[in-house]
């Protein structure tokens, strides 16, 4: 995981420096072209990686009994002990992730709806005044989107 996020502003700067660093309108659009093909295979290959880890039924990490009995015996600032503070916290990631995915990809929608209603909703009220109030509540409607992302995601969270 540390990796993707040091590689990740590393591939973004490196694609900034060759899309500005190409001369001809000619070869800058070959060289976006290859550079989003080349984003889409990353793109791909990190989907892999985070389905393969989510979907596998073998834990991140290896516990010897040793460790175990030491895990068990020690116990955090809560009062838990560690070793069931640790199989929580490897337990609830998938429903923290679900979570943000729903709180990014409903405010992503909302965003796009309130940017094409609004924008209609201005053109509307610009010719005909009275019509504000069912402009608004189509602008609300759209907003909507948000709000329902982030009651899945305060769903999720709470089952984690």
């Known amino acids: 995981?540390?990796?993707?996020?040091?590689?990740?502003?590393?591939?973004?700067?490196?694609?900034?420096?060759?899309?500005?660093?190409?001369?001809?309108?000619?070869?800058?659009?070959?060289?976006?072209?290859?550079?989003?093909?080349?984003?889409?295979?990353?793109?791909?290959?990190?989907?892999?990686?985070?389905f393969t880890i989510a979907f596998s039924d073998t834990p991140a990490t290896a516990q010897t009994a040793a460790d175990a009995v030491t895990a068990v015996t020690t116990t955090s600032d809560a009062g838990v002990p560690v070793a069931q503070e640790a199989a929580s916290s490897s337990a609830s990631w998938p429903a923290l992730l679900g979570a943000a995915i729903?709180?990014?990809?409903?405010?992503?929608?909302?965003?796009?709806?309130?940017?094409?209603?609004?924008?209609?909703a201005l053109a509307a009220i610009s010719e005909r005044p009275e019509l504000f109030g069912r402009a608004m509540v189509i602008v609300g409607l759209a907003e909507g989107i948000a709000i329902y992302g982030l009651v899945v995601a305060i769903i999720l969270i709470g089952m984690a």
Do not use: H, K
């Not at 990740?8 to 309108?25: D, E, G, K, N």
């Not at 990353?42 to 990686?49: E, G, P, R, S, Y």
């Not at 709806?113 to 209609?120: D, I, K, Q, R």
């Open 102 to 120: 729903a709180v990014a990809g409903s405010s992503i929608g909302a965003a796009i709806a309130v940017a094409y209603t609004g924008a209609a």
């Open 1 to 50: 995981m540390t990796a993707w996020l040091v590689a990740l502003p590393v591939l973004f700067v490196v694609v900034v420096l060759v899309i500005a660093t190409s001369r001809s309108v000619r070869r800058r659009r070959a060289t976006i072209i290859t550079l989003v093909v080349l984003d889409a295979a990353l793109l791909l290959a990190a989907l892999v990686v985070v």
